[in-house]
């Protein structure tokens, strides 16, 4: 096994666990969850994103070390074009991901203690916008990576 294929499984797996994560949120537990009434539905979001966004920390450090790390063996010159629209991509993604952590994750995390569910519907809605934009692009940059649609 060469390190290039170390560090392409390692990335791929990052990705598998994030962009999958989301696609569950989005797809299977969203629509489970709007069946239950705010108290409990509030609850179970903070406690299931306290969860999962704690490893989405993990699987973008080992999205970007190793991404970066597959860029530097062939030099950023040398990269296709795809590579640079991913790395791109990659890191607008995880700023999005951050904008959540320190806004309305906090916010969710605050109402839920307070039982302001107004609030806490909020913050949620917000957060749900911005993991549907992650999805979105985390689809498209596979899409790019493995459709050559970017050289
Ligand atoms: C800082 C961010 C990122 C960098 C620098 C980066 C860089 C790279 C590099 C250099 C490869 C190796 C390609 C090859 O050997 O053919 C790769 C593969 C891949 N990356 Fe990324 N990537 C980043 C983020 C992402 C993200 C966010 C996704 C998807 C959500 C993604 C999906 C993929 C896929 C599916 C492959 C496999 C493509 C293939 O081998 O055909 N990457 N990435």
């Known amino acids: 096994m060469k390190l290039h294929h170390f560090l392409l499984f390692i990335h791929l797996a990052g990705v598998v666990v994030w962009v999958g994560g989301m696609a569950f949120a989005h797809f299977c537990l969203r629509p489970a969850a709007l069946a239950l009434p705010p108290a409990q539905r509030l609850g179970l979001w903070r406690a299931v994103l306290g969860c999962f966004f704690r490893i989405v920390w993990v699987a973008i450090a080992v999205i970007v070390v190793s991404g970066f790390a597959m860029l530097l063996e062939v030099g950023f010159a040398q990269a296709p074009r795809s590579w640079h629209v991913m790395a791109a991509i990659g890191l ?31 913050a949620l809605n917000l957060i749900r916008q911005r993991v549907t934009l992650n999805l979105v692009l985390g689809t498209l940059t596979v899409a790019l990576a493995t459709l050559g649609l970017a050289y």
């Open 92 to 122: 607008l993604m995880a700023a999005i991901f951050a904008s959540i952590w320190f806004g309305p994750w906090r916010a969710l995390q605050q109402a839920v203690a307070a039982e302001s569910w107004a609030q806490g519907a909020q």
